[in-house]
């Protein structure tokens, strides 16, 4: 069993930093395709970003490509989420996500999921 637990969430103010981190356990971490995804009040959830160990590949949303960066560490079993300049419509409940399937993650419906960590950027 996969379990997932992220931390770093808060409240910024625009053009702020954050970075979120998720630490893995339960099975081996380069084996799946991490992924970081968002729910904004009202609205579904949604793919931000994915990053795949083999081949190293990531992939962003159109929304944040140049402001996010997604990253993975394997001797820690954590993959982080680097955001910059922050806007408002970043703010969301973000969850870490892992599959085996690529696809998956893509969809926004991986496997496993951690409990989320909130972020909320003012304006």
């Known amino acids: 069993q996969v379990q997932l637990v992220e931390s770093g969430g808060g409240l910024v103010q625009a053009g702020d930093s954050l970075r979120l981190s998720c630490t893995v356990s339960?099975?081996?971490?380069?084996?799946?395709?991490m992924g970081w995804f968002r729910q904004a009040p009202g609205k579904g959830r949604e793919f931000v970003a994915r990053?795949?160990?083999?081949?190293?590949?990531?992939r962003y949303t159109d929304s944040v490509k140049g402001r996010f960066t997604i990253s993975g560490d394997n001797a820690k079993n954590m993959v982080t989420l680097q955001m910059n300049s922050l806007k408002p419509e970043d703010t969301a409940l973000y969850y870490c996500?892992?599959?085996?399937?690529?696809?998956?993650?893509?969809?926004?419906?991986?496997?496993?999921w951690g409990q989320g960590t909130q972020v909320t950027v003012s304006s």
């Open positions: 339960g099975d081996i971490f380069s084996n799946y395709v």
């Open positions: 990053f795949r160990w083999r081949p190293n590949i990531t």
């Open positions: 996500g892992a599959d085996l399937d690529y696809r998956l993650v893509d969809a926004a419906a991986p496997a496993y």
